[in-house]
């Protein structure tokens, strides 16, 4: 009988997901509150087609441990560079500062020292799943305004752990320090053990699960990877979420990190739209309705006290008003995350229920309103964006071609093969990171954007799929391969042309995915020009092209 309820359960989940993502998507109101209104409506003060199951909640769960190692497979220290110091900065302040506001707040309404700790650190954090989400449909992942809310969020993530452990220890009635100290203890223990698996065992663990030849095969190491560190984190006092994101920063580096990403992808979908939908169902509706001054003063004060916040910070940290008000826009609502620090603060007793039940919906309905903070920050994009048009407007401009070739870094090589390049005629789209670089390209009228080549979008928006051929000439060859290797996993067709800073790495370059190789020498642009040249097209070429590539590059 059990196992027909729960049976019916996951059938009426599956059945709402089905039925409302593909509505919401269409009103570009995205998967995320799709999920939490789907919640609403089969949960016990709607509809009431679902019971309040502990068994989907543990379920549900498994979401948030997917999210946090899709995460750390994000975490390689290039790519944290790429962000600025001024970003980590601006998120580490915004943090402590919204934070100590919600504190004082709190504390203001009469509760206790520990119960306004935690709310105040559930109010700091911003939703990772919905904003990355939206940051991605607008297309805005790649530019500044991106890489400045992934790195406010970025540190958020890196603070959930340690406020479940300040919540564990409130409860428990522990000292918060002492439980810090251990904590950061057995972090740094489990850290080592981590990294020492990771450097000598992880690599050959996923070549030994590939070369079975199945790929059900590989995704039950990749399964055994996340749920074998979050359960030894757990059984460490730490939280499963932590021990999942450490597994995905030891897979980062191990050259199969895209195709686990691609594994995980289903699981941390359908697992985190679970999640959400657990949230719903959590929200009672009739209260709200019976009472909602207490809601809606709470996501006012959010909304508003964190937009505030973020606008004055950002002035402080030097970044223009636009852009301190996109960034409010964006992450003014509160997270998922939230739920699951006030599910254990109310019940281990920190937060009464009541409270966490006033506060969860206040975050959820903030959740719901998020659109309307995403479409006010396109807005001022638009508005500003003459302003920006310096560096490009990546994907409206490369729209309609095809047949070009990307040239990755406009550096002496880079600028070399591009010159050769339009030269012959052949039209060329030019990635950089390096602003100062792309505004001055783009004042000669060079096709040079401003984009991070290691994320998809950006390929995707510089026409990947349309391209005839690829150049990677970043002098980095760790960020050449982190490049080859996303190329390659989403398209087996285009041709890459690769420089190397030496002959001992050809061979692996080819392994992960190059068609040809160029070393760095005194001849490096012209022999790169002329690799890329053999995967071009002739009839692109211009008739009154010079004779030789010597010649373009004299």
């Known amino acids: 009988m059990n196992e027909t309820h729960v049976l019916f359960d996951i059938l009426v989940f599956l059945i709402a997901a089905i039925c409302a993502v593909p509505l919401f998507q269409r009103f570009k109101l995205g998967a995320v509150l799709a999920y939490l209104v789907a919640g609403i409506v089969i949960g016990p003060s709607a509809m009431g087609l679902v019971a309040d199951s502990a068994g989907m909640h543990a379920a549900a769960e498994f979401g948030v441990v997917f999210l946090l190692f899709a995460i750390g497979l994000e975490l390689k220290p290039e790519r944290l560079r790429l962000f600025g110091r001024r970003a980590f900065a601006l998120a580490i302040l915004q943090f402590f500062v919204t934070g100590g506001a919600g504190v004082l707040v709190a504390s203001g309404l009469g509760f206790d020292t520990d119960a306004a700790v935690v709310l105040g650190g559930a109010i700091a954090l911003s939703s990772t799943a919905v904003v990355l989400a939206l940051l991605s449909e607008l297309q805005l992942s790649s530019g500044r305004l991106g890489r400045d809310a992934i790195a406010v969020l970025l540190v958020q993530d890196l603070m959930v752990p340690p406020l479940l452990i300040v919540v564990q220890a409130f409860g428990g009635g522990g000292e918060v320090g002492t439980a810090l100290a251990l904590a950061a203890l057995k972090s740094m223990g489990i850290g080592i053990v981590l990294v020492l698996v990771a450097r000598f065992l992880l690599r050959p663990f996923f070549r030994l699960a590939s070369s079975a030849g199945a790929s059900e095969m590989f995704t039950a190491a990749v399964l055994l990877i996340v749920l074998g560190t979050g359960w030894a984190t757990e059984q460490a006092g730490l939280s499963m979420a932590l021990g999942a994101f450490l597994a995905g920063m030891m897979t980062a580096d191990t050259g199969f990190q ?33 009472d909602p001054a207490p809601v809606a003063g709470l996501v006012a004060l959010i909304v508003a006290g964190k937009t505030a916040i973020m606008v004055v910070l950002a002035l402080m940290f030097g970044y223009p008003l636009a852009r301190g008000a996109q960034l409010a826009a964006l992450l003014a609502q509160g997270s998922e995350f939230a739920f699951v620090l006030l599910a254990l603060a109310a019940a281990s007793g920190v937060v009464p229920p009541a409270t966490a039940q006033v506060l969860g919906s206040a975050v959820a309905v903030s959740l719901l309103l998020t659109p309307v903070g995403a479409a006010l920050a396109r807005a001022i994009s638009k508005r ?171």
């Open 258 to 290: 895209h195709q686990v990403a691609a594994d995980i992808q289903p699981f941390r979908g359908l697992l985190l739209g679970l999640f959400f939908m657990t949230v719903g169902m959590g929200i009672d509706v009739r209260t709200v309705i019976a």
């Open 384 to 554: 500003g964006r003459s302003a920006h048009s310096s560096l490009g407007d990546l994907g409206p401009e490369n729209a309609e071609r095809s047949g070009h070739v990307i040239v990755v870094s406009f550096g002496q090589i880079g600028k070399a093969v591009t010159r050769y390049l339009r030269s012959l005629g052949i039209p060329v789209v030019v990635l950089d990171l390096n602003a100062k670089r792309v505004m001055d390209a783009r004042v000669r009228g060079l096709p040079v954007f401003f984009g991070d080549a290691t994320r998809p979008e950006v390929l995707r928006a510089a026409g990947l799929e349309r391209a005839q051929a690829i150049c990677v000439a970043p002098p980095d060859f760790e960020a050449a391969e982190d490049i080859v290797r996303i190329i390659r996993s989403l398209s087996s067709d285009v041709r890459v042309v690769v420089r190397v800073s030496d002959d001992t790495v050809i061979d692996h370059a080819r392994r992960f995915g190059a068609d040809a190789v160029v070393v760095e020498g005194l001849t490096t642009a012209a022999e790169l020009v002329e690799r890329t040249l053999l995967f071009v097209d002739p009839v692109l070429y211009a008739e009154d092209r010079p004779s030789t590539v010597a010649e373009a590059l004299s």
